[in-house]
């Protein structure tokens, strides 16, 4: 009896061993087929490009940064500085191998300072600072060759709908 469990055994475990293989072999690629799967999915999303990005992130939050300044809505003009902020950050994400991604960091040191106006709630300071971004805006649309997009300090609002 014990020979002949010895000998089942023995024909068993290699069995067992060739069937986890094919299993484990079945596994990988069914797991390598849901990886390509998921990579033809995430290939075929949609990414706005950087003009989506500035005329539907950083160009309302650039008017509205700027009256909530001029309301001296501090709250506020923090929550559109941030809104900005993120606008550029986005085009630094999605678009890293663009010259305007490498661009995005000029903006850098006058989003600082209207941080700090924000922060000081000093208006002199904003507005100074806030015609200084304004102006890094254009120098940036020149150096990108996209120098007919001219931006400049909002004289009309937009959004009446809101207070600032």
């Not at 475990?13 to 990988?28: D, H, I, N, R």
């Not at 005329?55 to 709250?75: R, S």
Request: contains cysteine; aromatic residues 10%.
């Amino acid at each position: 009896m014990k020979r002949l469990s010895l000998l089942f055994l023995s024909l068993a475990v290699p069995f067992a061993l060739m069937v986890g293989c094919e299993q484990s072999g079945s596994k990988t690629e069914v797991l390598q087929a849901r990886v390509d799967s998921l990579q033809n999915r995430l290939n075929s999303v949609y990414t706005p490009g950087t003009g989506a990005f500035m005329n539907f992130i950083v160009q309302p939050h650039h008017l509205k940064l700027w009256y909530a300044g001029q309301g001296k809505n501090w709250a506020l003009a923090e929550y559109e500085r941030q809104e900005l902020m993120g606008g550029f950050e986005k085009i630094q994400k999605y678009h890293k191998d663009k010259p305007e991604a490498a661009a995005v960091a000029m903006i850098f040191p006058a989003m600082n300072a209207i941080e700090k106006s924000i922060r000081e709630k000093d208006d002199n300071a904003f507005k100074n600072n806030f015609v200084m971004l304004t102006n890094t805006c254009n120098t940036c649309h020149q150096a990108l060759k996209y120098g007919f997009n001219v931006i400049k300090v909002p004289a009309k609002n937009s959004f009446d709908n809101q207070s600032f």
